[in-house]
């Protein structure tokens, strides 16, 4: 109960120190997919025979790889 007090206390008191419109940029520059190490392993996984799916959505995470089936 303590704890919880001081953390709603302490939370309210840190500030962010960029605007929206300055963090909007900021996190709109990260990207979530297709990444140089996503694409490096994705065309190591195809030249070696591997068939995948990426980003699949019905599956809980939405992992970036999917493999099928294993060879």
């Known amino acids: 109960m303590i704890l919880l007090i001081y953390m709603q206390k302490t939370r309210s008191r840190m500030a962010d120190v ?42 809980p995470g939405k992992p970036d790889i999917v493999l099928k089936k294993i060879i």
Do not use: A, V
Not at 44 to 50: E, T
């Open 18 to 59: 960029l605007t929206p419109i300055q963090r909007h940029d900021c996190m709109s520059k990260i990207k979530g997919r297709d990444t140089k190490p996503e694409i490096k392993i994705r065309s190591w996984l195809h030249r070696n025979g591997y068939r995948f799916r990426i980003q699949k959505s019905d599956l």
